[in-house]
């Protein structure tokens, strides 16, 4: 873990695996994200640290649910909707908790949408997103993947091909 000096000792214990990273005064926690993917989802956020993000992640944690999770602590940071679109595609499993002065203001789970808009970037070169039309990707969610309304190119029956095709605005 790479928690930040001066934590704000809200009487967490050692033994919280909830909550072992040091907690947040405003901002979002990522929980439950399968083990080893937290760098992938702080790539796909964007966050690099390059602005000055205060981000704790913890890796591997022991999770009743997942055997093994990890948990990402994003300060001054809350989730647009597109983002959580992406995450419910590379980390079904995860919940967002959304922190406000220290206090969980929001928890939910990412719900898998039937479609996703202006999240993904079409593999297709001829699709009609492709271009320098004003056209939005969208993407119909299948089991598995995801399929171009436009043009029926199938994305994402491999993980890292998804991940490769994000684009968030
Ligand atoms: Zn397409």
Redesign the pocket.
């Given at each position: 873990m790479s928690g930040r000096g001066g934590d704000v000792g809200n009487g967490q214990s050692d033994d919280d695996h909830e909550l072992r990273v040091t907690k947040i005064r405003n901002g979002t926690v990522i929980d439950h994200v399968s083990g080893g993917l937290a760098l992938t989802v702080l790539g796909v956020l964007g966050i690099d640290g390059s602005a000055g993000e205060v981000v704790s992640v913890g890796m591997n944690v022991p999770s009743d649910r997942l055997g093994r999770k990890d948990v990402l602590k994003i300060e001054k940071r809350e989730l647009t909707q597109n983002e959580v679109d992406v995450l419910s595609l590379i980390a079904p499993e995860a919940t967002i908790n959304i922190v406000r002065e220290y206090e969980v203001a929001g928890k939910h789970r990412v719900d898998r949408p039937e479609e996703v808009s202006g999240v993904l970037s079409?593999?297709?070169p001829d699709?009609?997103?492709?271009g320098n039309e004003p056209v939005a990707?969208t993407f119909d969610v299948l089991d598995e993947g995801v399929r171009?309304?436009?043009?029926?190119?199938i994305l994402g029956t491999d993980q890292a091909d998804l991940i490769d095709h994000v684009d968030i605005g």
């Open positions: 079409c593999p297709n699709c009609i997103t492709a990707s171009c309304v436009y043009c029926e190119t």
